[in-house]
């Protein structure tokens, strides 16, 4: 009898050194059979052609279209001293009820200035080193461009970019409008600014 409660305490140990049955819950436990094979085995994961719900909710942005945005030239100032270089800028509003995509690299932009039907300057004429930017515009805001150009005060053309003795635009008060364009996108009015 000795022998039998022997034997069954030691099959008793056994059992509980294999079963632990007091042990922790393992945090990261083995997956079992079936739930290894759902994810990888179910046929939208391996046999659906069909694009997954989440490219579905979200549509590609598409180019912006001329209705959709409205582009405005900025200046630093409404009147510049004598000495004191104009400084330009666009703001971008996009007025349309979804996000878009326009370049606003300095390939796509032209700042022109003129005083009645003379155009003075182009920033085009003289630009060096004209890089492309894609950058999204957000449905119903309004971007402004952060690094300014500067007008020099002179007339510009691509055969005098060199010189420096440019004609200098006449200051005492004289009126200046500036007009910009951007990824072919053209202000509807113009700015003006006044030099003294």
Excluded at 38 to 44: A, E, G, L, Q
Excluded at 71 to 83: I, M, N, R
Excluded at 106 to 112: A, H, K, L, N
Excluded at 131 to 146: F, P, R, Y
């Amino acid at each position: 009898m000795g022998l039998i409660l022997f034997v069954a305490a030691i099959g008793v140990g056994i059992w509980l050194l294999i079963a632990k049955p007091w042990a922790a819950a393992d945090a990261s436990p083995k997956p079992t059979s079936s739930s290894s094979e759902t994810p990888t085995t179910t046929p939208t994961d391996s046999e659906s052609p069909s694009p997954s719900p989440s490219a579905e909710q979200t549509p590609a942005i598409v180019a912006c279209e001329a209705k959709d945005v409205e582009v405005t030239a900025v200046t630093d100032a409404e009147t510049y001293p004598a000495g004191v270089l104009p400084k330009l800028s666009i703001s971008l509003t996009n007025k349309g009820t979804k996000d878009c995509t326009l370049d606003v690299g300095s390939t796509t932009q032209v700042f022109t200035i003129s005083s009645g039907a003379d155009v003075w300057w182009r920033s085009t004429d003289c630009q060096e080193n004209p890089s492309s930017m894609i950058a999204t515009l957000t449905a119903g805001t309004t971007v402004t461009s952060k690094d300014p150009v500067a007008w020099d005060r002179t007339r510009s053309s691509v055969e005098t970019c060199d010189q420096e003795n440019r004609q200098r635009a006449p200051g005492g008060g004289a009126s200046y409008h500036v007009e910009v364009s951007i990824g072919g996108f053209t202000s509807l009015t113009t700015t003006q600014i006044l030099l003294y």
